[in-house]
C-alpha cells in the first residue's frame, strides 16, 4: 500500500485511499466469536478498540502484520481467526452497521506501518461521516475520554 509514501512526506492522499478500497484486508474476530457477547457489545464480531469517541475496526495487510499485533498484544499463543475482506466492504457496509462513529485501522502494531482511515466524508458514506452535515453520528465528547479495546 501506500502508507509508507504517505508516512514518509509524500505519497498520494486519493491512491492511497484507492489501494485501501480495493485491498483484501484480515480482519481478526473478536474473542467469543462463538456467540456470546464480548465487552465491546460485539458479539463476537470484529475486532476493535474505542477511543476518542471512535470504534477502529482493526485490518492487517497480511498475516506477518496481524501476527505483530498478536505480539504487541502479549496474545501470540492463541490461534487467530479473521475474516478476508475489501477495504471498500468494511468502510462501506461495516461501518454502518457498528452503531456509532467507526473507523478503521490498518496494521495498527506498525509503528511505521500503520495508518488511520478515519469516519469522515470521502473514507466512509456521507450518512456516517463525523463531519457531513446531517451525519447519523457526531463523537460525543462525554465518550471522547473512554478507551475499550477488545
Known sequence: ??????????????????????????????DGAAGSQDTDGSHGGLMSAVTGGV???????????????????????????????????????????VGGPAGVVVNVADADGSMFFPPVSGIVPDAYAVDAAGAAYAVDAVDADRTDAS
Open 1 to 30: 500500500m501506500e502508507i509508507a509514501a504517505i508516512r514518509g512526506g509524500g505519497g498520494d492522499p486519493a491512491r492511497l485511499l484507492g489501494e485501501f478500497r480495493r485491498a483484501v484486508l484480515l480482519v481478526p474476530l473478536a
Open 55 to 97: 470504534r477502529w475496526l482493526y485490518a492487517f495487510t497480511d498475516e506477518d502484520a496481524l501476527a505483530r499485533f498478536a505480539v504487541a498484544r502479549a496474545d501470540a499463543d492463541r490461534e487467530w481467526e479473521y475474516l478476508a475482506v475489501l477495504g471498500a466492504r468494511l468502510t462501506d457496509a461495516v461501518v454502518p452497521m
